[in-house]
């Protein structure tokens, strides 16, 4: 069965700080892949996502991730972090010939100046 | 564009009682919704998949009958939890599929509802 894991609950870095979060998936075939963040009252918003082509991927708010098949990884990368950027990440695939997605557990990040 | 909402974003309810949650794409016609529970520090766990004008597709261990799905409309779906306790205490969010996507995994997802039932 498809599965995501998240291995980090909660990360903190400082302000400026290079950042990675880290995302491993089970999955049989080539993954649908995505990014998510959820902040205080408001709603998942999609950072990026894979479905296929060139396995680094750029996402809003100067996010971007790269695809390792051979690690079965989808790392969410930013090179420096500022303070809005605290929140509740999700790393999350597509389950194959369905409509729906599988979440991991979620990493918090946490943002000192 | 793609906005969901979902009414109301806190409730309180007293055990036993039951309560409805709206979930609205706001600028866009959506023919499929999803219901998610999210527990403190944990992850979205689907509930069920709503199809504007048919049943809802509830996933395994999910109660059709506690959690009653209707999407009567292309823009409103809404889940009623009936006879509530306070296990049922819960954020539940609401998701729905693009319309520009022949994909159903890319859904946006509504600011969530937080369910109290004391």
């Known amino acids: 069965a498809q599965s995501v894991t998240q291995p980090d609950i909660h990360i903190t870095v400082s302000e400026g700080a290079s950042l990675e979060l880290r995302c491993n998936y089970s999955y049989g075939a080539t993954p649908y892949l995505f990014w998510y963040v959820q902040s205080p009252g408001q709603g998942l918003q999609l950072l990026l996502k894979?479905?296929?082509?060139?396995?680094l991927v750029q996402g809003i708010k100067g996010f971007e991730a790269e695809f390792k098949r051979s690690q079965s990884s989808f790392n969410l990368r930013k090179p420096s972090v500022h303070w809005s950027d605290a929140a509740e990440y999700f790393c999350?695939?597509?389950?194959?010939?369905?409509?729906?997605?599988?979440f991991g557990t979620g990493t918090r990040l946490q943002v000192f100046p | 564009g793609a906005v969901v909402s979902q009414h109301p974003s806190w409730v309180i309810c007293k055990s036993g009682t039951s309560v409805k949650i709206e979930c609205r794409s706001l600028d866009f016609q959506a023919t499929t919704m999803f219901w998610y529970r999210q527990f403190p520090k944990q992850s979205l766990m689907l509930m069920a998949t709503?199809?504007?004008?048919?049943?809802?597709?509830?996933e395994q261990g999910v109660e059709k009958d506690k959690f009653l799905i209707n999407h009567a409309s292309l823009t409103l779906s809404t889940l009623t939890v009936t006879s509530a306790h306070p296990e049922d205490s819960s954020f539940y969010i609401c998701?729905?599929?693009?319309?520009?996507?022949?994909?159903?995994?890319?859904?946006?997802f509504g600011p969530g509802t937080r369910l109290t039932v004391t």
């Open positions: 709503s199809n504007e004008g048919s049943k809802a597709t509830y």
């Open positions: 894979y479905f296929s082509g060139d396995t």
């Open positions: 998701s729905a599929r693009s319309p520009t996507s022949g994909r159903a995994y890319e859904q946006y």
């Open positions: 999350a695939v597509g389950v194959y010939n369905t409509d729906k997605l599988i």
